[in-house]
């Protein structure tokens, strides 16, 4: 934004300064000048006036001169006393300013890993100072996993597209090839990149908060997802139980059926390889709800639980399979807890396997 060339904030402030020592010296010269005017007779005055020389006595229009010399000459120096005091005292203040501009403009020029690290105790400009290194490191943070994540995204949407190509390279070299292996392999291909696109729509769907928030209940969203993924669940072997009380809360029922879906999935999906279970719960607190969905499988270290929601991380190696997913479940569903105002907490399980807990803000207690 172009604005016009003003004073600077040092400047101001001297002449503040400057401005109200002059007016404090007026004020006390002009309380002088009264109290010699109407209480002349006052032993204080008398006294004082006698020690200099009478001044402001009446009929002596000589020393009333020289009173209003000396007055002047005082306010002349109270004047600049006060710009030099001003511009200095200005200055040691605003030394803290001139760092965080110095911050902002090497933050702007795409540099984000400086920090302003402000030191002495706290006062505004320190709160300031650090509010700003926390915003850095945030953005740095966040710009990080974008990188990354870009990075992943392009790879996992290269692969599809390099099989397609070889697939219709061998093809092309072998006239004499069936058609109709090629044609299940190339839609098979076909159908991950369109999962995969419809994946990274969707995370970027609810990280924008671009939904219309509704009364809903995650019991019976959870109920909905159950029953969707019943088949798959029932092919891999695998027993789905639900339970719980009624969860009212408010958000987007698309958005919350996709998290309840892509965690029963989940659940299915890293499960054991037969006689697997399936747990649904959903839980009503005085202020907020809670959706928990357990599952049995191999034990999992804390720390690669810890990891299972940044994009494209996988517990195990790559299913493959009809079902094999993208790697971005679980990130889909933290990204829309937190458009949600909600948090997700993974635990591993003592047994083997996972727990996946959404907290949400309740909508009310149900009759």
């Not at 990188?147 to 099989?163: G, K, V």
């Amino acid at each position: 934004m172009d604005r016009e060339p003003g004073l600077s904030v040092r400047l101001k402030l001297t002449l503040s300064y400057a401005g109200f020592l002059v007016l404090a010296g007026a004020l006390l010269l002009a309380l002088w000048v009264i109290l010699l005017r109407f209480f002349p007779d006052n032993p204080m005055i008398t006294t004082t006036r006698s020690g200099i020389g009478g001044a402001l006595m009446p009929g002596r229009s000589g020393n009333q001169r020289a009173f209003g010399e000396a007055a002047a000459a005082v306010l002349a120096f109270l004047l600049a006393f006060g710009l030099v005091g001003g511009w200095i005292l200005a200055g040691r203040m605003l030394a803290p300013l001139a760092r965080i501009t110095d911050a902002t403009r090497m933050a702007a020029d795409g540099s984000l890993s400086h920090r302003i690290r402000l030191p002495g105790p706290s006062d505004e400009f320190r709160e300031l100072a650090d509010a700003f290194d926390a915003m850095l490191a945030r953005l740095e943070a966040h710009v990080a996993e974008q990188q990354r994540f870009a990075a992943n995204a392009s790879h996992e949407l290269r692969t599809p597209l390099a099989i397609t190509q070889t697939l219709l390279e061998v093809a092309r070299d072998d006239p004499n090839r069936d058609s109709g292996a090629l044609d299940e392999r190339l839609r098979a291909v076909n159908a991950r990149a369109i999962d995969l696109t419809e994946a990274l729509l969707l995370l970027s769907r609810a990280g924008q908060r671009s939904f219309t928030r509704e009364n809903v209940d995650l019991s019976l969203i959870a109920e909905q997802a159950a029953e969707t993924l019943l088949p798959l669940a029932e092919k891999r072997g695998i027993t789905i139980a639900t339970c719980g009380d009624i969860t009212p809360t408010t958000g987007s029922h698309a958005l919350l059926l996709q998290l309840t879906t892509n965690l029963l999935h989940n659940a299915i999906v890293h499960n054991l390889p037969e006689h697997g279970s399936v747990r649904v719960k959903t839980v009503m607190r005085t202020d907020s709800v809670l959706l928990i969905v357990e599952n049995t499988g191999e034990r999992l270290a804390p720390q690669l639980v810890s990891t299972l929601t940044e994009p494209f991380q996988r517990g195990t190696e790559r299913t493959r399979g009809d079902h094999a997913g993208v790697g971005l479940g679980l990130a889909i569903v933290k990204s829309i807890a937190q458009a949600h105002d909600g948090t997700l907490a993974l635990a591993p399980r003592p047994a083997g396997g996972l727990c996946v807990t959404v907290q949400r803000p309740a909508a009310g207690r149900p009759r």
